[in-house]
């Protein structure tokens, strides 16, 4: 029997998602063609005035004015036409170093409907997709996804969180960022710590070019390089500190990583896994941020694990003692959740 009120409930619901859904290409027009940007710097504006301030055409910049206003993106004021970004929403769309930018996010979800492809037929082989030959530019959405919460934690809370590590990245250590992809958190670290000296090691070799031509712009050669490598092998030892973000599960043999991280460390160094914020059941995730990494685990990180060796396919909400296991198994004698935030964990764990 069909209850009336849940059916008009949930049909609230599904209007929202796809309304989200079908906005996933109007964000990212209005990213690339700077019509955030022109709203966040210059304040209201009428169709006409947007399309002459960003060089597009006036018909278009009203419908795509219209559906922002529509999607409580902008306001809209009918007394003199004018459109606004509010700046709660600049913090979302035209704020790249806002701790709540999202436009990785919407470049993430074109991928991911692309990946539709990919991913569909693997559902009934069970094979996975390698991490290089995912659709657009996997890369580059996954790096500007992730870069917000790094720009705003790595430095000021979650290397302070860890037992005595940002002392000793002060005085001078050696770290290596593992599985850095285009090194966004490698050079956060390398431009904070002068002293220290960093190696990125990605197994894409696409990301660890454009993770060196980041740390030129940067400007932190001197104490930074990139290279090709699997988490199970690169030739590092005597190493201070290991970094793994966000890719520890996306890994085919996260306890193959962890045992050669282990072996990789001095007695004394330290392994900071970050990890997609979650419970360790199913029931603890059922929430939009859980909604959010199932969504990504299934279209990109579980086939990514599946195409390479072991294929332990973790998955995104893998949850702290899951991982803690994997962890231990690699060698490790204790593992902590050392801070947290709303999208990630942060583990560190020590021989
Ligand atoms: C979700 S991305 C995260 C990239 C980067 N750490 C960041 O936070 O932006 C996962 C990364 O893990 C890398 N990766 C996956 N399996 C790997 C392995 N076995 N060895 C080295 N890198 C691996 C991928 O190439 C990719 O760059």
Request: hydrophobic letters at 40%.
């Amino acid at each position: 029997m069909v209850d009336e009120t849940k059916l008009n409930q949930f049909i609230g619901q599904m209007l929202g998602d796809l309304g989200g859904a079908l906005s996933v290409s109007l964000v990212r027009i209005g990213d690339r063609l700077g019509l955030y940007k022109a709203l966040h710097a210059d304040g209201p504006m009428t169709s006409a005035e947007l399309a002459t301030r960003t060089n597009i055409a006036e018909r278009y910049a009203r419908e795509w004015l219209s559906h922002q206003a529509a999607s409580g993106y902008l306001s809209f004021d009918p007394t003199n036409q004018k459109f606004t970004l509010p700046p709660e929403q600049a913090m979302v769309f035209a704020e790249p170093n806002s701790p709540v930018y999202m436009q990785g996010g919407f470049d993430v979800a074109a991928v991911m409907m692309e990946n539709q492809a990919l991913v569909e037929p693997a559902f009934r082989t069970g094979r996975g997709i390698g991490w290089g030959h995912q659709s657009q530019c996997l890369f580059c959405a996954t790096g500007r996804f992730f870069r917000p919460g790094y720009h705003n934690s790595l430095v000021t809370s979650w290397l302070p969180a860890l037992d005595g590590v940002a002392a000793k990245l002060e005085r001078g250590a050696t770290v290596a960022d593992v599985g850095c992809g285009h090194g966004f958190s490698t050079v956060m670290m390398a431009k904070a710590f002068p002293n220290s000296s960093f190696v990125g090691y990605d197994f894409h070799p696409d990301s660890v070019e454009q993770a060196r031509k980041h740390a030129d712009e940067h400007g932190v050669t001197a104490n930074t390089r990139f290279e090709v490598g699997l988490a199970s092998e690169f030739p590092e030892t005597d190493l201070d500190l290991v970094t793994f973000f966000d890719c520890l599960h996306d890994m085919g043999d996260p306890v193959g990583a962890a045992r050669h991280v282990r072996q990789a460390l001095k007695p004394d160094g330290c392994w900071m896994i970050v990890e997609p914020a979650a419970g360790d059941r199913l029931e603890d995730n059922l929430n939009p941020v859980g909604r959010l990494f199932y969504a990504a685990s299934t279209m990109i990180c579980v086939p990514t694990s599946l195409d390479q060796p072991v294929g332990a396919a973790l998955g995104a909400q893998a949850g702290f003692e899951k991982l803690s296991s994997v962890i231990r198994e690699g060698g490790f004698g204790q593992v902590r959740k050392a801070t947290a935030t709303p999208f990630n964990m942060i583990l560190e764990a020590r021989p």
